[in-house]
């Protein structure tokens, strides 16, 4: 690998201190840099183009920042086969695979090859008001259904592959990949699903009922969520990257995308010890 493209999130405040180290090191191992910003390639001495000609030009891209930052860089370069490497400027970092003081470690794996690659699936979500089309989005991490201008119940139908599931009176839905599970879904409740998990979360928001629990279903499932009684309009966030009003009428179709995320990781990495040191999981303390 030797086209890197580079995508910081500048509003970091430690940016500044790798942006130097990464240039002196990308030069030392002869990686040519790409940058989407003109005062970072200037910074990093790369070559500045606009984000959507990385999939052509760069074998690999570094996210640096946190999460957010890692879910933008996956957005941007949705359909094209260039792996993530993300190095961690925010504070809690999950999806990152290096923390900032790594950099030295992450550029030398990319030189010999001596890296893991973590493949993390992609939901596809078409939106429609009123059976019309209004608009099609990718997540990575989730797609979740709720919010809105008021405090008032809705109710939300489910289907999937044409079954109608439940219809639920709640504050909301969301369907979460894997790599996602550790996010809003794990606030809700919902189980954490390792990365090799081929399939979805589901999670209701705040249902009014006793019965009612997150499920998983396999990634071959069309899901479906209607918006079947609303008396304000819902906010459907998309890997909270993008935002559409939904209606009462409103309908979410969700699957599996044919695409997928690639991340590289150092050789020692390990999922199970990132949830421990960072989120916490843990076994019995005695
Ligand atoms: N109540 C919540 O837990 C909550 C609320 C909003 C968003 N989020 C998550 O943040 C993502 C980005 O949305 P945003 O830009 O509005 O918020 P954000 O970027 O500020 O993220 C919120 C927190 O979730 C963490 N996070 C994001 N993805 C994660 C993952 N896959 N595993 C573990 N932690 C993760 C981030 O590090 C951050 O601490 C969403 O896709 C959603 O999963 C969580
Ligand atoms: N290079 C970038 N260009 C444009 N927007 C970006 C860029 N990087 C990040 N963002 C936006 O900034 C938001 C915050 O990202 P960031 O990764 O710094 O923090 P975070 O999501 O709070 O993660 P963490 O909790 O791990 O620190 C992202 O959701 C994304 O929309």
Same mark, same amino acid.
């Given at each position: 690998?030797?086209?890197?493209? %580079?995508?910081?999130?500048?509003?970091?405040?430690?940016? *500044?201190? =790798? +942006?130097?180290?990464? &240039?002196? !090191?990308?030069?030392?191992?002869?990686?040519?840099?790409?940058?989407?910003?003109?005062?970072?390639?200037?910074?990093?001495?790369?070559?500045?183009?606009?984000?959507?000609?990385?999939?052509?030009? %760069?074998?690999?891209?570094?996210?640096?920042?946190?999460? *957010?930052? =890692? +879910?933008?860089?996956? &957005?941007? !370069?949705?359909?094209?086969?260039?792996?993530?490497?993300?190095?961690?400027?925010?504070?809690?970092?999950?999806?990152?695979?290096?923390?900032?003081?790594?950099?030295?470690?992450?550029?030398?794996?990319?030189?010999?090859?001596?890296?893991?690659?973590?493949?993390?699936? =992609?939901?596809?979500?078409?939106?429609?008001?009123?059976?019309?089309?209004?608009?099609?989005?990718?997540?990575?991490?989730?797609?979740?259904?709720?919010?809105?201008?008021?405090?008032?119940?809705?109710?939300?139908k489910l289907s999937i592959d044409g079954e109608l599931v439940g219809s639920f009176m709640c504050d909301g839905m969301m369907v979460s990949t894997p790599t996602g599970s550790t996010g809003h879904s794990l606030s809700a409740g919902g189980p954490i699903l390792h990365p090799g998990v081929g399939g979805f979360g589901i999670n209701v928001i705040c249902p009014h009922t006793l019965s009612s629990r997150p499920l998983v279903i396999p990634n071959s499932s069309l899901i479906e969520i209607e918006v079947a009684n609303a008396a304000k309009s819902l906010i459907l966030s998309i890997d909270g990257q993008d935002e559409y009003k939904v209606k009462q009428g409103g309908r979410i179709k969700i699957r599996k995308s044919p695409h997928e995320v690639k991340f590289l990781q150092l050789a020692g990495h390990s999922y199970f010890s990132v949830l421990a040191k960072k989120l916490h999981w843990r076994g019995s303390s005695l």
């Open positions: 690998m030797k086209n890197i493209g %580079v995508i910081v999130n500048t509003k970091r405040p430690r940016a *500044g201190n =790798v +942006l130097g180290e990464l &240039r002196s !090191l990308a030069e030392g191992h002869g990686f040519k840099l790409y940058a989407e910003d003109a005062g970072m390639a200037k910074t990093l001495g790369a070559e500045h183009i606009p984000v959507e000609d990385f999939g052509r030009k %760069v074998d690999m891209t570094l996210a640096m920042g946190g999460d *957010g930052t =890692v +879910l933008y860089t996956a &957005r941007a !370069l949705h359909g094209f086969d260039v792996p993530i490497m993300g190095i961690n400027l925010g504070s809690l970092g999950f999806l990152t695979s290096v923390g900032d003081t790594e950099m030295r470690q992450a550029l030398e794996a990319i030189a010999t090859k001596n890296y893991k690659v973590s493949t993390r699936e =992609v939901a596809e979500c078409r939106i429609f008001q009123n059976g019309d089309p209004v608009g099609e989005e990718r997540a990575l991490n989730d797609i979740v259904l709720g919010w809105g201008a008021s405090s008032r119940i809705v109710t939300l």
